[in-house]
């Protein structure tokens, strides 16, 4: 299967300096021969070799608004995030107003589906018959990175669909309704702090297709409607902000604690502490814990790829908006549960491993290359030093079992070099 990835290689500009193939959570990056090797297969879309990357290897694929001029009636969805990139003194109302001032039709909030779905989580986290804990699915990095490196984790992901794509399908029949539009005719466009969001998009893990048209970076929006928020700043002191309360989002590290007993959720951020709490889950050292909130990104979405502002100071606008506009919605709980029956909130497809080249193969082939790995790796130095192209030894010692690397790229090993 080809995956869809929102980064292309420029491969020409490489100067290894190997940071992003230490960088990469799944290993998903070599370099050899004075080029990068990538496994697509392995890949999560998490966007750390975006970051580490200082020259410009790996060049983000995102949509422009010009992408969706080909639909009748543009309804935009902001990231939570957005709101916190432009400081205290930007009110919430008047990025709305700015969205709509370079072109959108109608932009559709996301807090009422976020504490709905609240609702419905916690609904779940009541039955005796669901295994647990139940981890998040609104990280579209953390399911990739589950399906390549936990797949026997798979079943605790939510069965639930994220808040942005309950937006979307709203937004999209809400508007095909009043307006009378086909919903082909109706484009749906997430404003996405991170290069994952996009890939779950154009290449969904759970269903067939999303309820989202496309996506467009916070930091290209962020230039695009900047002006325009200073020139609604300019004509007016007085900004009407009665239409749009703050409340915060999923994508918020330690929104769901909130809403669940605390006791027994677990908030964490950054890769390498998601691999501490999933090898806990594994080793079944991980106890009285019903919900696993998780982001790849460090600080939740505000620590995205495609952000602009510094997390810390995007946490504390954050923080100060949900005191200052924030007033939870209304929630018909008799309504959410009667669509709970209907399965209104459930995942079209069941999520599944992913598929990799280590995977797709017969378990005698695997124990046998399994056995030659380890061989391998008890002749290595164990320095992980990467200068074999490879992030650590182990790594290494798992290429020359598959075939994909040979013994003497190692320079403690290549004899020739001594």
């Known amino acids: 299967m080809k995956y869809y990835h929102s980064h292309i290689i420029i491969r020409e500009k490489c100067k290894g300096r190997l940071t992003c193939i230490r960088t990469c959570p799944t290993q998903a990056l070599r370099y050899r ?26 060049l983000p694929v995102i949509d422009e608004i010009a992408d969706f001029e080909k639909f009748e009636f543009k309804i935009v969805i902001p990231s939570h995030t957005l709101y916190t990139q432009f400081g205290l003194n930007t009110n919430p109302g008047l990025i709305h107003r700015a969205l709509l001032n370079i ?71 809400k508007y095909s309704a009043e307006l009378g539009l086909s919903q082909d005719k109706i484009g749906v466009i997430f404003i996405s702090p991170c290069p994952a969001i996009v890939v779950s998009i154009n290449q969904p893990a759970e269903k067939e297709k999303s309820w989202i048209d496309g996506a467009i970076a916070i930091k290209d929006i962020y230039n695009r409607i900047l002006p325009e928020i200073i020139k609604i700043q300019n004509e007016s002191s007085e900004h009407n902000n009665d239409f749009f309360y703050y409340g915060k989002s999923w994508g918020e590290l330690g929104f769901l604690p909130k809403h669940f ?21 594994e080793g079944s050292r991980l106890k009285n814990v019903d919900y696993i909130e998780a982001f790849t990104c460090p600080q939740g979405c505000i620590g995205g790829a ?12 954050a923080i100060v908006f949900e005191e200052k506009y924030g007033s939870p919605p209304e929630i018909n709980n008799e309504e959410i ?4 029956t209907e399965n209104y909130y459930e995942l079209d497809e069941k999520i599944i491993p992913r598929v990799t080249k280590s995977s797709d193969i017969d378990i005698t082939t695997s124990i046998k290359r399994m056995n030659q790995k380890q061989k391998i790796l008890r002749k290595l130095p164990n320095k992980d030093c990467g200068l074999c192209g490879a ?21 403690f090993l290549n004899t020739n070099l001594h």
């Open 33 to 58: 021969n004075g080029s990068i090797i990538f496994f697509d297969d392995l890949c999560v879309d998490c966007g750390a070799c975006i970051n580490a990357c200082q020259e410009g290897v790996y």
């Open 103 to 173: 072109g959108f039709d109608a932009v559709h909030e996301v807090s009422k589906h976020a504490y709905e779905l609240s609702f419905v989580v916690s609904e779940a986290i009541k039955s005796k018959s669901r295994k647990k804990p139940i981890i998040s699915n609104f990280c579209p990095s953390l399911i990739r990175f589950i399906q390549v490196s936990y797949p026997n984790l798979i079943d605790l992901v939510s069965p639930f669909d994220v808040v942005r794509e309950l937006a979307a399908k709203e937004a999209r029949e």
């Open 261 to 281: 007993d605390p006791e027994h959720t677990i908030s964490v951020a950054g890769i390498d502490s998601i691999k501490m709490i999933l090898d806990d889950i």
């Open 306 to 317: 495609y952000c602009v502002e510094n997390p810390y100071i995007s946490r504390h606008t």
């Open 337 to 340: 549960l009667r669509k709970m």
């Open 391 to 411: 992030p650590d030894c182990e790594t290494f010692a798992h290429d020359c079992a598959w075939g994909e690397a040979e013994l003497t790229d190692c320079i």
